[in-house]
């Protein structure tokens, strides 16, 4: 339960700011990120990110596993362009009969990709660490986000903690009683433990349905509420974004 537990109770530099603000520069750093045709932007907001995030002392273990699945991607997708793409051939290897080809134009592409994906990961758990959930819903309803959509969000993050409960207590019973004691009887034990969660997903949100009708719910959430622009956020926030838009144009 812990590595779900928001790490933004400590005051640190980007605890006060506006949502709304930390969303539309993230917004422009991520744009800036996927059009740039190189190396270099990509990991400058990528250490910058790193950076705050030692700065807001988010734990390792919970910073690694954001990170794990976007790098395993990226590695993938390097491996595919050195092996399967380009025309530049760079080395050559016969394995088991099979002709193994890796090509450098096809590196280069990969390593272009995976920086990418490596700054804009960065960006978006810099923005994921520093603000709140519901402040971060409502700065998405402020940029016209769909209601529903942002409706929807709240609720799964609401009730995603209720069924991870619910699945550890599962979890634990099939573990005392060896249901994990082979790979057969692991994903058997797996199987019912994922059908348990299906049906009680759907239990839950039939009963969340009809209590919110009865209780008149029409779609207005008051959390969704903002509060004024301060000047001193804005500029600061114009000024770094003018000094990334510099370093991204070098």
Same mark, same amino acid.
């Given at each position: 339960?812990?590595?779900?537990?928001?790490?933004?109770?400590?005051?640190?530099?980007?605890?006060?700011?506006?949502a709304?603000?930390?969303?539309?520069?993230?917004?422009?750093?991520?744009?800036?990120?996927?059009s740039?045709?190189?190396?270099?932007?990509?990991m400058?907001?990528a250490?910058?990110?790193?950076?705050?995030?030692?700065?807001?002392k988010?734990?390792?273990?919970?910073?690694?596993?954001?990170?794990?699945?976007?790098?395993?991607?990226?590695?993938?997708?390097?491996?595919?362009?050195c092996?399967?793409?380009?025309?530049?051939?760079?080395?050559?290897?016969n394995?088991?009969?099979?002709?193994?080809?890796?090509?450098?134009d096809?590196?280069?592409?990969?390593?272009?990709i =995976?920086?990418?994906?490596?700054?804009?990961?960065?960006?978006?758990?810099?923005?994921?660490?520093?603000?709140?959930?519901?402040?971060?819903?409502?700065?998405?309803?402020?940029?016209?986000v769909?209601?529903?959509?942002?409706?929807?969000?709240?609720?799964?993050?609401?009730?995603?903690?209720?069924?991870?409960?619910?699945?550890?207590?599962?979890?634990?019973?099939?573990?005392?009683?060896?249901g994990?004691?082979?790979?057969?009887r692991?994903?058997?034990?797996?199987?019912?433990? =994922?059908?348990?969660?299906?049906?009680?997903?759907?239990?839950?949100?039939?009963?969340?349905t009809?209590?919110?009708?009865?209780r008149?719910?029409?779609?207005?959430?008051?959390?969704?509420?903002h =509060?004024?622009?301060?000047?001193?956020?804005?500029?600061c926030?114009?000024?770094?974004?003018?000094?990334?838009g510099?370093?991204?144009k070098?």
């Open positions: 339960m812990q590595l779900f537990f928001e790490h933004l109770k400590k005051d640190h530099l980007l605890s006060g700011i506006d709304r603000i930390k969303l539309i520069v993230a917004i422009v750093l991520l744009m800036l990120v996927l740039y045709k190189g190396f270099a932007f990509p400058v907001v250490i910058l990110g790193f950076g705050l995030c030692l700065c807001m988010i734990p390792f273990q919970v910073f690694a596993l954001r990170f794990s699945e976007p790098l395993f991607i990226a590695l993938v997708l390097v491996a595919l362009k092996f399967f793409s380009g025309s530049d051939v760079m080395f050559s290897l394995l088991l009969g099979l002709d193994i080809v890796g090509h450098k096809g590196l280069i592409d990969g390593l272009m =995976a920086c990418r994906i490596v700054g804009a990961v960065s960006i978006a758990a810099v923005l994921g660490f520093s603000t709140p959930f519901t402040r971060l819903m409502a700065g998405l309803s402020w940029l016209r769909p209601k529903g959509f942002i409706e929807v969000l709240m609720f799964a993050y609401r009730y995603i903690f209720v069924l991870l409960e619910d699945a550890l207590v599962i979890y634990n019973a099939q573990k005392n009683r060896l994990y004691s082979s790979i057969r692991g994903l058997t034990s797996f199987g019912t433990l =994922a059908g348990s969660l299906t049906l009680k997903a759907f239990e839950t949100s039939q009963n969340t009809i209590a919110m009708v009865q008149g719910y029409d779609g207005n959430i008051p959390m969704l509420k =509060a004024p622009f301060r000047s001193s956020e804005v500029a926030s114009i000024i770094f974004v003018i000094i990334m510099a370093i991204w070098i």
